[in-house]
């Protein structure tokens, strides 16, 4: 059974850059997409964007110029980084496998930017 | 962007009964070329990720109870529970994934009459 684990600091002070990590494991990140989703208190679901095993990446165009993604092939991992925070930025972060459903989702981790 | 809308933002039904969620997109998610519709659900219990139920449209997924059900085309979708469980209070949510960005909607909480 594949499962993702998103790791990173907590809590951010604004106009600094958040970092997070999805370690995967029972599953290798060749030949798939894989996502980061994320969630304001409260809020609905926002896609930030995804990347290939390859390093080819597609980001949401709200994002895009604060957001890059990238891949660790040999340790199964992936990556976010989101620059430039607000208190917008505030929420829970997930990650996921996929680039149309998503099928599996790591359990997520709240990042504050305060 | 394709936007996507739900209906009714939330709703309450009693505990084996029917429970039908609306979802509708902004633009057709229906690809002509394979007949397919680029449309997913998702369950969110509180405190937990978003469990995919359904993609394209109507396919159920692996291990997912028969009481779920997809239906739709082109831009409008419904998502029925035939026979509500405890384990059905959540937040649903539908997904296109025609074009990206990838977009969600706003979710509908389904609870407890």
């Known amino acids: 059974q594949v499962q993702l684990q998103e790791s990173g600091p907590g809590l951010v002070k604004p106009s600094e850059a958040l970092s997070l990590t999805c370690t995967v494991s029972g599953g290798t990140v060749y030949n798939y997409f894989w996502s980061w989703v994320r969630q304001a208190p409260g809020k609905g679901l926002e896609w930030i964007g995804y990347?290939?095993?390859?390093?080819?990446?597609n980001y949401s165009p709200s994002l895009e110029s604060r957001v890059t993604i990238s891949v660790d092939t040999p340790n199964n991992q992936f990556s976010l980084k989101l620059s430039s925070l607000t208190t917008a930025d505030t929420g829970v972060y997930y990650c996921?496998?996929?680039?149309?459903?998503?099928?599996?989702w790591g359990p997520g981790t709240l990042v504050v930017v305060s | 962007d394709i936007v996507m809308t739900q209906s009714p933002e939330s709703l309450a039904v009693s505990l084996g009964e029917r429970a039908a969620i609306n979802c509708k997109s902004s633009q057709s998610v229906l690809d002509d070329s394979n007949n397919k519709n680029y449309l997913a659900w998702y369950r969110q219990k509180p405190g937990q990720p978003p469990e995919l139920l359904i993609f394209w449209a109507s396919t159920r997924k692996s291990g997912v109870p028969d009481r779920f059900s997809g239906s739709g085309s082109g831009t409008d979708f419904t998502l029925t529970i035939s026979s509500l469980q405890a384990e059905d209070v959540a937040l649903y949510y539908c997904q296109q994934y025609f074009n990206t960005p990838l977009t969600f909607g706003p979710g509908t909480k389904v609870d407890f009459k």
């Open positions: 996921a496998r996929g680039r149309m459903s998503l099928v599996y």
């Open positions: 990347i290939y095993h390859n390093g080819t990446t």
